[in-house]
């Protein structure tokens, strides 16, 4: 019985190690992800500072980022299960996890820091968004005054014409 208990505890002890592993690997592609969030909102701030962004591609960065938003969400749902599993492992045996222990500290270091520099920036791209949009506003609007003010131009020079007069008709003869 001795001999199977101990078989047991290292096959669980195997077991999680792997689901440790798995965790660090999921850090580390969260990390790789973040990482393409970052420059991809670096490249929504030089669309938006453009005063000819183009909206296409501008959409399409949001597309993007938000297939990549989606992966980390899903990461992060399996990386709290993993943990779930193997907390009270990792917790009383934490010299034997030490190393994954570290290298995870680490990433979730990094992988904060990527988090603020994309929030700070998201947060500054959001003004641009605004002006943006209130620029786009303006220019609908003096488009739609412009196009009163030539809808109403035709509209008096047609009626100001007679189509049996001609304005270079003399009267007088």
Same mark, same amino acid.
């Given at each position: %019985?001795?001999?199977?208990?101990?078989?047991?505890? %290292?096959?669980?002890?195997?077991?999680?190690?792997?689901?440790?592993?798995? %965790?660090?690997? #999921?850090?580390?592609?969260?990390?790789?992800?973040?990482?393409?969030?970052?420059?991809?909102?670096?490249?929504? /701030?030089?669309? @938006?500072?453009? =005063?000819?962004?183009?909206?296409? /591609?501008?959409?399409?960065?949001? =597309? &993007?980022?938000?297939?990549?938003?989606?992966?980390? +969400? !899903?990461?992060? &749902?399996? *990386?709290?299960?993993?943990?779930? $599993?193997?907390?009270?492992?990792?917790? #009383? +045996?934490?010299?034997?996890?030490?190393?994954?222990?570290?290298?995870? !500290?680490? @990433?979730?270091? &990094?992988?904060?820091? @990527?988090?603020?520099?994309?929030? #700070?920036?998201? $947060?500054?791209?959001?003004? $641009?968004?605004?002006?943006? @949009?209130?620029?786009?506003?303006?220019?609908?609007?003096? *488009?739609?005054?412009?196009?009163?003010?030539?809808?109403?131009?035709?509209?008096? %020079?047609? =009626?100001? $014409?007679?189509?049996?007069?001609?304005? *270079?008709? +003399?009267?007088?003869?």
């Amino acid at each position: %019985m001795n001999k199977t208990n101990g078989c047991e505890q %290292m096959e669980r002890q195997n077991e999680n190690s792997v689901y440790v592993n798995m %965790m660090v690997d #999921a850090l580390k592609r969260k990390k790789q992800i973040l990482l393409f969030l970052l420059e991809k909102t670096k490249q929504q /701030e030089s669309l @938006l500072k453009d =005063e000819e962004m183009d909206p296409d /591609e501008f959409t399409k960065t949001i =597309e &993007e980022k938000g297939d990549q938003i989606d992966e980390i +969400n !899903q990461m992060d &749902e399996g *990386f709290d299960t993993l943990f779930k $599993h193997v907390e009270r492992e990792i917790m #009383a +045996n934490k010299m034997a996890y030490k190393e994954q222990i570290q290298q995870m !500290q680490q @990433l979730i270091g &990094e992988v904060s820091e @990527l988090g603020i520099q994309i929030q #700070a920036l998201e $947060h500054q791209n959001s003004g $641009h968004f605004k002006i943006y @949009l209130a620029n786009q506003r303006k220019n609908i609007r003096d *488009f739609n005054i412009s196009n009163k003010t030539v809808s109403s131009y035709y509209q008096n %020079m047609a =009626e100001a $014409h007679k189509p049996d007069q001609s304005y *270079f008709f +003399n009267q007088t003869k």
